[in-house]
């Protein structure tokens, strides 16, 4: 698989990593909605700032990809909800 990618071209490594990428921010914050069942005993309002970063969070991720290109963005995009299913599974939920 030789030569240069023009211009508007991506790899597949690139999608890969992108994915990847998607991965571990879904991972991330599906985890973190998990936050306030499992710590009660903050405050409420470390609670709504752990809401509140993990929303700006996303939009951040999604937002700079989106400069990017198409590829990447859904790339990532299926890499989060991929992120979501291990999650999820591994808090012993059904995705």
């Known amino acids: 698989m030789g030569g240069s990618l023009g211009a508007g071209q991506i790899s597949l490594e690139a999608v890969l990593s992108y ?4 991965l571990i921010v879904g991972f ?4 973190s909605m998990q936050l306030p069942e499992r710590a009660a005993s903050l405050p409420r309002w470390m ?7 993990r929303l700006a ?3 951040a991720f999604f937002a700079w ?5 198409m590829l ?7 890499g989060f909800l991929v ?3 291990v999650a999820f599974r591994a808090l012993g939920e059904d995705a």
């Open 19 to 22: 994915a990847a990428l998607g």
């Open 47 to 53: 609670l709504q700032a752990v809401y509140a970063l």
């Open 72 to 78: 990447p963005v859904l790339a990532a995009f299926v």
């Open 65 to 69: 990809l989106a400069h990017l290109g």
């Open 57 to 59: 969070a996303a939009i």
């Open 83 to 85: 992120g979501r299913t």
């Open 28 to 31: 991330g914050y599906y985890i």
